[in-house]
C-alpha cells in the first residue's frame, strides 16, 4: 500500500467510524430511548390515542373520519388522497382562494348540507366547506357542531335541547386558557350520541 492510500485510510477511519457511531445512537438508541419513556409517561398518546368502543378500536382522537349519516355530526372536509382521512398522505389541498376547484368543491358542501336540512338558513360555519392543512383534522368548531344540532335531533328523534346539551359537554376549551378556538372532537360527540340509545 503506498503512503498516499494510507494517509486517505487513516484519514477516512475515524470518519467512518463516527458515522457508525452517530447512526446506532441518533437512528437507533435515542428513538428508542424516546418511545419507551412516551410509553411509560403517556401510553394512551403513544399508542395514538385510539379510541375504544367495548374493547373494539373505532378510531383516533387525533384523526377525522369520513360520517356521511345525516344522524350523525359530520367532521371538516378531508383533503388527503387517495382517501378521505388518510394518515399517510396528510396535507392540504394547496387550492387558492380563487381556484375555480376549491370554489367548486366549497359550493358543491354547502349544498350538500342545505340539501341534508333544507330548513336551517343559517350561514354554514366555514370549517364545514374547508379541508385544514394537514386534512385530518378530528375536531370541529363549535359553531359547525351547533350548525348541524337540529338535523342530528330532528333525524335521531331527540329535543333539540339534549342535542345542544350534548355539544356542550364534548367542546373542549383552549389550550392553557389562551391557546386556540373551543372545539368539539367529532367521533367521541357521535360516540355520545349513539350510547343515548
Known amino acids: 500500500m503506498n503512503t498516499r492510500a494510507k494517509e486517505i485510510t487513516t ?19 435515542y428513538p428508542l430511548l424516546v418511545a419507551g419513556i412516551a410509553r411509560v409517561l403517556f401510553p394512551a398518546q403513544a399508542a395514538g390515542s385510539l379510541v375504544t368502543v367495548n374493547g373494539r378500536v373505532v378510531g383516533s382522537g387525533l384523526i377525522g373520519q369520513a360520517f356521511t349519516d345525516p344522524g350523525h355530526f359530520w367532521s371538516r372536509p378531508s383533503a388527503s388522497t387517495p382517501q378521505p382521512y388518510n394518515g399517510t398522505a396528510s396535507g392540504g389541498s394547496n387550492l387558492g ?14 349544498q350538500a348540507l342545505r340539501a341534508a336540512d333544507p330548513g336551517n338558513l343559517a350561514p354554514v360555519p366555514v370549517d364545514l366547506v374547508t379541508a385544514s392543512a394537514s386534512g385530518l383534522d378530528p375536531d370541529i368548531s363549535v359553531a359547525a357542531a351547533d350548525y348541524q344540532a337540529a338535523r342530528v335531533a330532528r333525524v335521531r328523534g331527540l329535543p333539540l335541547k339534549q342535542v345542544q346539551a350534548l355539544i356542550a359537554r364534548r367542546t373542549a376549551g383552549r389550550l392553557l386558557a389562551v391557546l386556540g378556538e373551543p372545539r368539539v372532537n367529532v367521533l367521541e360527540l357521535n360516540l355520545a350520541l349513539d350510547a343515548l340509545k
Open 97 to 110: 382562494p380563487l381556484n375555480p376547484a376549491l370554489l367548486d368543491a366549497v359550493k358543491a358542501r354547502i
Open 11 to 29: 484519514a477516512l477511519r475515524p470518519a467512518l467510524l463516527l458515522l457508525v457511531v452517530m447512526t446506532v445512537l441518533t437512528g437507533i438508541l
